[in-house]
């Protein structure tokens, strides 16, 4: 069971028994985090600071990582829709 934990304007938590990505977590929660292009790494707005456990989650892939630089994000941040974590993982939104 992994356990994600979401902080920002709502704070949420949720268990997955699978591998899941960050933002249907977000959903499941529930938390209010804004994904505007549907999960399809094109807005950018779904954007988290992992705080703790990002050794958990997958490498971000080419459409993740063209994003990110866009938007020149940190090295702690990544794409929501694109994150899937296999491990306790807590982002802030
Ligand atoms: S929902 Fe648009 S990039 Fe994640």
Redesign the pocket.
Same mark, same amino acid.
């Given at each position: 069971m992994t356990t994600l934990k979401f902080h920002g304007k709502v704070e949420g938590t949720t268990e997955c028994e699978r591998e899941s990505s960050l #933002?249907s977590a977000a959903l499941q929660a529930p938390v209010p985090l804004?994904?505007? @292009?549907?999960?399809?790494?094109? @807005?950018?707005? @779904?954007?988290v600071t992992v705080e703790a456990g990002a050794e958990h989650l997958s490498p971000p892939g080419t459409a993740?990582a063209r994003?990110l630089q866009v938007l020149k994000a940190a090295p702690d941040q990544r #794409?929501? @829709?694109?994150a899937w974590a296999n491990g306790d993982v807590s982002v802030r939104y």
């Open positions: #933002l804004t994904h505007r @292009c549907g999960g399809h790494a094109r @807005c950018g707005t @779904c954007i993740e994003v #794409l929501a @829709c694109q």
